[in-house]
């Protein structure tokens, strides 16, 4: 038997800002395999064909660098929804993505530098919560974006697995 691949349907484009990162050393002990860092979120937008918002400040991506080439990271958000249909209701954001490319291009973003965003793989798969029945269709449903990293802020797309 062979099934139908899933198809991609746009979810929404985020921004997200950041401050500079927080290097919380080498984690040691029992399942110790990288660097820790700690990357502040200070704001941002929220843009998609159903959803509008912002991204509230207080949330964190908290990485774990595996090696000079690839991070593991794992970042806790909200947005607070603008609009007639959603407008008050907030988002709470998990997601989980793999960073990975040349050691010179992410000792760059590393540094606060610019890397062109087609030389890095940055893969991820959010999940929500949500308050409001009318945003059930959210827990539902999986997703799954691209992203590029930038010297002050984060740019994903997402994109429901149909």
Known sequence: MSLPPPTLEHLADLTIHVAVPVEAGAVTGLNSRGRRRIIPITGGTLRGARLQGRVLPGGADFQLVVSDTAAELDARYIIALDGPEFGGEHLYVHNRALRRGQAADIARLVNGESVDPA??????????EVSSPALAWLTENLYVGTGARHPDRVELSLFRLA
């Open 119 to 128: 030389a890095v793989y940055f893969r991820c798969v959010p999940t929500f």
